[in-house]
């Protein structure tokens, strides 16, 4: 069985509503921690735990500047997602071998 780890964290970082309302504040250019935090009425802690959710699934980049940190959308991450969500849920042309192998009882 394959190990989905890494692609596990890119829907891990889309499945909270926090996180969707930072990615909508990124599609607008790249924005300052302190920025980011005030209209979602977050604490920086908890701005800090979505942050480093959505940069470990790729979708985000972050560079220090002083003692704030700035982040951005990742054109490769996005790309990496849609090709993850296409890979995943295209049907496959290769021919599935079998079917149910299953053993059914005659229901009586």
Same mark, same amino acid.
Request: with cysteine; glycine share 8%; aromatic share 4%.
């Given at each position: 069985?394959?190990?989905?780890?890494?692609?596990?964290?890119?829907?891990?970082?889309?499945?909270?509503?926090?996180?969707?309302?930072?990615? @909508?504040?990124? #599609?607008?250019?790249?924005?300052?921690?302190?920025? /980011?935090?005030? =209209?979602? $009425?977050?604490? &920086? *802690? !908890?701005?800090?735990?979505?942050?480093?959710?959505?940069?470990?699934?790729?979708?985000?980049?972050?560079?220090?500047?002083?003692?704030?940190?700035?982040?951005?959308?990742?054109? @490769?991450?996005? #790309?990496?997602?849609?090709?993850?969500?296409?890979? /995943?849920?295209? =049907?496959? $042309?290769?021919? &599935? *071998? !079998?079917?149910?192998?299953?053993?059914?009882?005659?229901?009586?």
């Amino acid at each position: 069985m394959e190990d989905y780890r890494q692609e596990a964290k890119v829907f891990r970082a889309l499945c909270d509503e926090k996180r969707l309302a930072i990615l @909508a504040q990124l #599609r607008g250019g790249e924005k300052c921690a302190c920025v /980011l935090q005030e =209209p979602l $009425d977050l604490t &920086q *802690s !908890g701005l800090s735990y979505h942050m480093k959710i959505l940069c470990e699934s790729g979708l985000v980049q972050s560079r220090q500047e002083g003692k704030w940190t700035h982040y951005r959308l990742s054109e @490769a991450g996005r #790309r990496r997602a849609l090709e993850l969500l296409e890979r /995943l849920t295209a =049907p496959d $042309d290769a021919p &599935q *071998s !079998g079917g149910c192998t299953c053993k059914k009882t005659p229901s009586v």
